[in-house]
């Protein structure tokens, strides 16, 4: 399955946690304070990092930076007692992909890490299992690499560009609700998120701006329509 960096100073749940995961047949390692985090994330080169927040030495936030600062794909899940808004717009500012509070069910932290696995890294589901997506005539897409590349160009996406991006192209010529790629990218429709996700809706039009045949249409209250002539 996934090896998972896990970083929690509460001994019994981390016991608890880390043996769960385990038996789902993920591999696991633990540390208990924000000490050396990154310097074993560069050994350990984890497929996810899952962070507590209130940490001894550095907390949570703190990590994420550090990884971010080397390491922009990872996908980090926070755990936290936390629920102020402006608790989870730090995270995500810090560099989080997602969070979960506390106290939560080991079904939930499974789907979350399954999710998040699927959406930065393009893991296959059974509606697309591929490593390449081509759209129209002109563009690939690569969710594995975050690459979108067009007969001119090659760029990088960010996380949020690809997550974005892979949600249109699995509802290529039907609308997708924009409540639902806030949920699946931010877990959070809020006003601050919905403005984000207008930054980055911009950003790919502008991409695909070189082929009038592909246009990302906004449909007043209720989504988006991912159109492209055949």
């Given amino acids: 399955m996934y090896k998972i960096l896990y970083v929690e100073d509460e001994a019994f749940l981390a016991k608890i946690v880390s043996e769960s995961l385990e038996r789902l047949g993920h591999e696991v390692v633990h540390l208990p304070d924000g ?23 550095k907390n949570g936030y703190e990590l994420a930076k550090e990884i971010r600062s080397v390491n922009p794909h990872t996908p980090i899940l926070f755990l936290t007692a936390k629920s102020q808004t402006q608790d989870v717009v730090e ?6 992909n997602d ?8 079904e939930e932290l499974q789907v979350r890490i399954q999710n998040l696995m699927h959406l930065t890294t393009g893991t296959p589901s059974k509606k697309e299992n591929k490593d390449v997506i081509q759209i129209g005539k002109s563009f690939t897409f690569h969710p594995i690499k975050l690459q ?7 760029k990088t996406l960010s996380h ?3 997550q974005i991006l892979q949600l249109l192209c699995e509802n290529i010529n039907s609308t997708i609700e924009r ?8 877990n959070d429709d809020s006003y601050f998120n919905s403005r984000n ?22 449909l007043k209250g209720v989504g988006y329509h991912f159109a492209i002539d055949s």
């Fill in 91 to 96: 995270g995500f500012q810090a560099g989080g």
């Fill in 197 to 218: 996700l207008d930054v980055y809706i911009r950003k790919l039009r502008t991409y695909f701006s070189e082929d009038e045949s592909i246009q990302i249409l906004t």
């Fill in 99 to 106: 969070y979960i509070k506390k106290p939560f069910s080991m």
């Fill in 148 to 154: 979108l590349k067009s007969l001119h160009f090659t």
């Fill in 179 to 186: 409540k639902k790629i806030l949920l699946k990218v931010w």
């Fill in 35 to 57: 000490r050396n985090v990154e310097k074993k994330f560069m050994d350990y080169q984890p497929d996810i990092c899952v962070f507590d927040i209130m940490l001894p030495v």
């Fill in 160 to 162: 949020k560009e690809s």
